[in-house]
């Protein structure tokens, strides 16, 4: 069956590191997206693609960088976590017309 | 502009009481979408609306597509503790398909037994 994954699911860092979460969908669907979850502001939108070699941010992209080299995989880096970045954080992936997302499990990540 | 409300943010039922979460926003939508995520885990896709006053049904639940596009309706009759969780309306963010979503806030359930 085809899915979504995340990984790592959980993560402590220490301010100042790079740090990077991986996603990997089989779904062969062009549409991949990472959010945000945080408590009082929902799902917000960092850095999405439409295909290979196409990424663009989001409202909240500020510290975050994703590459997108194959369908599969839309890695997110953030280049020097800070406290800020303290998280939950979504990948999910869709056909071009997003219809449906389809999320990964989340990976929580916390910045000490 | 592009942002979507959602309204209750949180509601506390008794079981088998009905529940409804609204979605507004000051812009015609090109469709909306609903997703369910129950505590501690992930957004899960329920549904697309896209034509004007559409209402479709999933068993207990009921969502409705406003007449003008600008709002919709998630009701969920005779609360179960299943129905536990947050539900989210999500909104493309151009005038037509660009397959980005923007996410309400989202309406938080608790269902007492």
């Known amino acids: 069956d085809a899915e979504i994954t995340q990984s790592p699911r959980h993560k402590i860092t220490e301010t100042g590191r790079q740090v990077t979460l991986a996603c990997h969908q089989t779904?062969?669907?062009?549409?991949m997206f990472w959010y945000r979850q945080d408590l009082g502001h929902g799902l917000r939108l960092i850095h999405y693609?439409?295909?290979?070699?196409?990424?663009n941010k989001g409202e909240v992209s500020d510290g975050y960088s994703v590459s997108r080299s194959n369908t599969e995989d839309l890695p997110l880096t953030l280049e020097s976590a800070a406290s800020s970045q303290t998280s939950v954080y979504f990948c999910?992936?869709?056909?071009?017309?997003?219809?449906?997302?389809?999320f990964g499990s989340g990976t929580r990540l916390t910045v000490v | 502009g592009q942002q979507v409300m959602q309204i209750p943010q949180y509601q506390h039922v008794q079981e088998g009481e009905d529940f409804t979460t609204y979605c507004n926003s000051s812009?015609?939508?090109?469709?909306i979408q609903w997703y369910k995520q129950r505590p501690g885990g992930h957004p899960v896709f329920l549904i697309q609306?896209?034509?004007?006053?559409e209402v479709k049904k999933q068993k207990r639940l009921t969502f409705q597509f406003g007449e003008a596009k600008k709002n919709s309706s998630l009701h969920i009759t005779a609360t179960q503790t299943t129905d536990v969780g947050t539900y989210f309306c999500?909104?493309?963010?151009?005038?037509?398909?660009?397959?980005?979503?923007?996410f309400g806030q989202g309406t938080t359930l608790q269902v007492k037994p």
């Open positions: 999500a909104r493309d963010q151009g005038s037509s398909n660009t397959g980005k979503l923007i």
């Open positions: 609306l896209v034509k004007s006053g």
């Open positions: 693609s439409y295909g290979v070699q196409d990424t």
């Open positions: 999910a992936s869709s056909d071009s017309l997003g219809y449906g997302y389809t």
């Open positions: 812009t015609t939508l090109s469709n």
């Open positions: 779904w062969n669907h062009n549409n």
